[in-house]
């Protein structure tokens, strides 16, 4: 969450930026409510001061012999406790009331972020490699799936319901080995790499800043006080919360997970394959650096230029876009798609998102680090998709296809499947 004295002073800004994020925001509420927590406190200090005084006085007065004065001076002090009752539970209140609206003030966007409404406005940066050109009529990903009996629908379907699947044979080794290929990246790349949980308490998620805005979107365990993470980006920055790290050099964590999202409101879209599905695997890179708007810049470039090298190497053409407010999260200061190309689809589809969060989830988790003074500072974080299956497998089966049905592998996945240079039919 944002600095209240930050927010007080800058008012128009977060207006804005609420605006430019299409959120309902009740920043008139938490400003009345924290002039009552301001008030309140203001009182409650002042009541305390009374009460210590007297108590004091009551000492005093009974040193002297004084009864009846300390009698009198008691009974000041008990209406002073009662009165206190009722401003600490009003402080309380205040402060819990302050707590909740805070959550859902956004975080500012940066500078350069283009302002629009939602994915239409997103600003093209740069593309690499071109679209593929076919001397045939191009098979989509299920229909390739299909031939190689690779990717089986039907009976996902049966077994978990719409927008489940099964990978087999030669498609769960490909799911496998572009996993790997992202993991061997990092590592190489100076990420630690870690399995983490994916079954979280709820104030990860907060903390986070995925709720409260994001319920609808997560799994909730009935009864257990759980919920299913759709990314590891959650599980790996809560590790560090409440704790002072050591920031001489960036954080560098990768998550290997498997992630879970309820899709809400895309009835209709995106229902046919593996685009859209409700259980995924993803590699995830999340990074920890100085509170430092250069350096926190620096590391973006480095996550997002991560995820393109990977791409680089499954010999895929993409484009990378600068994202839009209206089409930002709430927690984003600044954020970068890579929209691979799909055949099927004509078009890019996004397959990688990369944030720089500044410190917004950092406050919320308590992460902070000792800067050259001593000074304890909140830390910034980032994020990038190091690679996301199945929605790879689309790019990865169409761009790759040939007439005659086999699929091209390339040549960096081919160590992680048994040294196959293509898919072909039995």
Wanted: aromatic share 6%; proline share 5%; glycine share 8%.
């Amino acid at each position: 969450m944002l600095d209240m004295n930050w927010i007080r002073e800058n008012e128009e800004i977060v207006r804005k930026t609420a605006e430019w994020k299409r959120i309902e925001l009740p920043l008139d509420k938490l400003l009345e409510w924290d002039d009552r927590r301001r008030q309140a406190r203001r009182d409650t200090e002042a009541r305390r001061a009374e009460r210590n005084a007297l108590t004091k006085e009551v000492e005093r007065l009974l040193r002297q012999g004084d009864a009846e004065g300390g009698e009198q001076a008691k009974e000041q002090v008990r209406a002073i406790n009662s009165q206190l009752a009722t401003l600490e539970a009003e402080l309380l209140e205040a402060e819990r009331r302050c707590s909740e609206l805070l959550l859902l003030v956004p975080n500012p966007i940066s500078a350069d972020t283009p302002i629009g409404p939602d994915d239409s406005a997103n600003v093209e940066l740069r593309r690499h490699g071109a679209p593929p050109v076919f001397g045939f009529t191009p098979r989509d990903h299920v229909e390739l799936g299909e031939l190689h009996d690779i990717i089986d629908i039907p009976r996902g379907v049966k077994a978990g319901g719409p927008r489940s699947y099964v990978l087999k044979g030669a498609g769960l080794l490909l799911h496998l080995a572009v996993q790997r290929l992202a993991l061997d990246v990092l590592m190489q790349r100076g990420f630690t790499v870690m399995d983490v949980p994916v079954i979280v308490r709820p104030e990860a998620l907060e903390r986070t800043g995925f709720f409260p805005g994001g319920m609808d979107q997560t799994y909730e365990l009935t009864g257990e006080n759980r919920w299913l993470a759709g990314t590891s980006e959650v599980s790996l920055v809560s590790l560090y919360s409440d704790e002072t790290l050591e920031l001489e050099t960036p954080l560098r964590l990768a998550g290997m997970s498997a992630c879970f999202r309820r899709e809400v409101g895309s009835a209709g879209r995106d229902v046919r394959g593996l685009y859209r599905v409700h259980q995924f695997s993803k590699i995830e890179q999340v990074v920890m650096c100085r509170n430092n708007p250069a350096e926190s810049e620096q590391m973006l470039q480095e996550i997002l230029g991560n995820a393109e090298h990977i791409l680089q190497l499954l010999e895929l053409p993409y484009r990378v876009v600068s994202v839009c407010s209206g089409d930002m999260a709430m927690k984003t200061h600044k954020q970068y798609d890579i929209e691979t190309w799909m055949p099927s689809r004509g078009a890019f589809g996004e397959t990688h998102s990369a944030s720089n969060l500044l410190d917004f989830q950092a406050r919320r988790s308590g992460i902070r680090y000792r800067d050259e003074d001593g000074r304890l500072q909140y830390c910034h974080t980032l994020n990038n998709t190091a690679v996301a299956t199945p929605r790879i497998l689309i790019p990865l089966l169409e761009n790759h296809q040939q007439e005659d049905g086999s699929v091209y592998i390339p040549q960096a996945l081919r160590p992680y499947m048994g040294g196959a240079d293509k898919l072909v039919l039995e």
